[in-house]
């Protein structure tokens, strides 16, 4: 249930707070709940609206969101951009454009607020078991993360896309749909609108259960890397003995290598990457050229590489690959 004690759980009211808001149902719950809210009195609640031009009905959805926020008396930023496909498709392309506002806007501990719910974590897990990640990536999106000089919360991650429905409804609320939510050409869409709804007929609450098998995976992956890490400290960082990381296992070799590169601020790769990485440089005789290179394709975290040098493998960013 929607009320003004799950906005408090996670956010602090007395610093300032940016709403990322589409004008679609999550955003506009998110919005109308914190305009319920008693802000300390140097706190500002304000809306960004980013206009991506790529419907038809762009600029009716702008205009809607300014109309919206005049009524909530909230401050509203507009920002347009030209989205242009940088081979990762058109989806990917929009979220950097995205992240890269949020990032120019915030200031030191701002919060920028989105509205992600319990059915896209479910959504965001299968895309990445899809695309073969690895035990971390099955944790799904964090309710709280930096992001450049502020804090990037999630407060209705453990709340479901019904209970958003039903507190729009409850309290007649306008809200737009975005049509291209509708068609199944991206693959997220796929999953909701074609896969979903059958799993949720067999298993109901079926988001639900995946958040919950979420919630298990993430603290076992916490008590494991405590293991690994009180065991091989030494070994995890940002530069790695090769000639001692050849004489462990195999296995133990992939936790070393993602447990490194998480500790980097870098993307996890996926298991295929991992496999190429421990080609590269495990199994072959890695020399200067070596290098290996990844992304994750929503572009939430930072990419990566790892060359050679003085016998040693070394994790950093790959800025071009950068979100």
Not at 282 to 289: C, T, V
Request: charged share 25%; hydrophobic share 35%; proline share 3%.
């Amino acid at each position: 249930m929607l009320t003004n004690k799950l906005i408090s759980k996670y956010i602090d009211l007395s610093k300032n707070i940016l709403i990322a808001y589409s004008g679609g149902p999550d955003s506009t719950a998110l919005l109308h709940l914190l305009s319920t809210v008693d802000l300390n009195e140097k706190a500002k609640i304000k809306a960004i609206h980013i206009n991506h031009n790529l419907s038809k009905h762009s600029d009716f959805w702008e205009k809607h969101c300014i109309k919206q926020c005049a009524h909530l008396n909230i401050n509203l930023i507009i920002e347009s951009v030209k989205i242009i496909s940088d081979g990762d498709g058109i989806e990917a392309a929009s979220r950097k454009a995205r992240y890269n506002i949020f990032e120019n806007l915030l200031n030191d501990d701002d919060q920028l607020l989105l509205a992600h719910h319990s059915d896209d974590v479910a959504e965001t897990i299968f895309m990445r078991l899809l695309r073969g990640s690895g035990p971390d990536g099955m944790e799904g999106p964090k309710i709280k993360r930096s992001i450049g000089k502020g804090v990037l919360i999630r407060p209705f991650l453990e709340t479901s896309k019904k209970e958003i429905l039903d507190y729009l409804n409850q309290n007649e609320i306008e809200f737009i749909e975005d049509d291209s939510n509708l068609g199944d050409n991206f693959d997220r869409n796929f999953l909701r609108n074609k896969i979903f709804p059958l799993l949720e007929e067999r298993w109901n609450n079926f988001p639900k259960r995946v958040n919950n098998f979420s919630t298990i995976l993430s603290s076992r992956n916490d008590n494991y890397m405590n293991l690994i890490h009180g065991k091989y400290q030494h070994l995890i960082g940002n530069s790695i003995d090769l000639k001692e990381l050849k004489e462990l296992p195999d296995t133990i070799i992939s936790d070393v290598l993602r447990y490194s590169i998480k500790k980097s601020n870098i993307a996890t790769p996926s298991i295929k990457i991992i496999e190429e990485i421990k080609k590269t440089f495990i199994h072959s005789n890695p020399g200067p050229k070596s290098q290996v290179k990844w992304s994750r394709a929503d572009k939430e975290e930072v990419a990566g590489k790892i060359t050679y040098a003085n016998g040693c493998i070394l994790i950093s960013k790959n800025n071009q690959g950068q979100a």
